[in-house]
């Protein structure tokens, strides 16, 4: 890979501040700044050891301004916030939410890996990242749980608010969720850096 100046800018390092801001103290989302690259979110973290994924790398892309390798690069979503890289740093670098921070941004732009897409897509329909099923009902049943948990399963007009929620947030045009049938399009955000 050969990389020049015009690849790097101190633009995106302060757009994952800013960015970082909305959701995290200043200290918290600049952290990212005090990486030196000793390896050890990598060597820790549990999606590395099966993918390709190279957290250090997101991380020195982060630190360079290499906007376009990090926004378009699929290691990006392989990230599963355990935060194992978090709590093994040396330095204290909150590298999973920086990560978030930076999955902020690619999906304000409409690149977000169809996973997490259709992760959404379950909120949307039924107000969970994982709905119920029969499996599921037959555990609470053991447990001596209802077997609808008292949320949106169990309550469908909340789900209906939350989904007007999601609409008038933006999120179903960020994701790509067409509001009247419920299916994935594609996200009506593109990238503004083109």
């Known amino acids: 890979m050969v990389l020049t100046n015009?690849?790097?800018?101190?633009?995106?390092i302060n757009e994952i501040i800013e960015t970082g801001k909305e959701i995290l103290d200043e200290h918290h989302v600049a952290s990212f700044k005090a990486c030196y690259q000793c390896g050890t979110c990598t060597g820790a973290?549990?999606?590395?050891?099966?993918?390709s994924y190279r957290t250090r790398r997101l991380m020195?892309?982060?630190?360079c301004g290499m906007r376009k390798f990090v926004i378009d690069s699929d290691d990006l979503w392989l990230c599963t916030t355990c935060y194992e890289c978090y709590e093994k740093c040396p330095r204290e670098v909150k590298i999973t939410d920086i990560i978030k921070v930076m999955r902020n941004i690619a999906a304000r732009e409409g690149?977000?890996?169809l996973a997490h897409r259709k992760t959404a897509l379950y909120?949307?329909?039924?107000?969970?990242a994982v709905p119920i099923n029969d499996q599921i009902r037959e555990v609470r049943?053991?447990?001596?749980?209802?077997?609808?948990p008292p949320t949106t399963h169990k309550y469908?007009?909340?789900?209906?608010?939350?989904?007007?929620?999601m609409?008038?947030?933006?999120?179903?045009?960020?994701?790509?969720?067409?509001?009247?049938t419920g299916k994935l399009e594609e996200p009506k955000w593109k990238d503004m850096s083109e």
């Open 60 to 63: 020195r892309f982060a630190q």
């Open 156 to 165: 469908p007009d909340v789900l209906k608010i939350m989904q007007e929620i």
């Open 6 to 12: 015009k690849d790097m800018s101190v633009d995106f």
């Open 45 to 51: 973290c549990p999606s590395g050891r099966v993918t």
């Open 111 to 113: 690149k977000m890996a």
């Open 167 to 180: 609409r008038d947030l933006g999120f179903c045009d960020m994701v790509g969720i067409c509001y009247e």
């Open 141 to 148: 049943k053991k447990l001596g749980l209802s077997e609808i």
């Open 123 to 128: 909120v949307f329909k039924t107000g969970h």
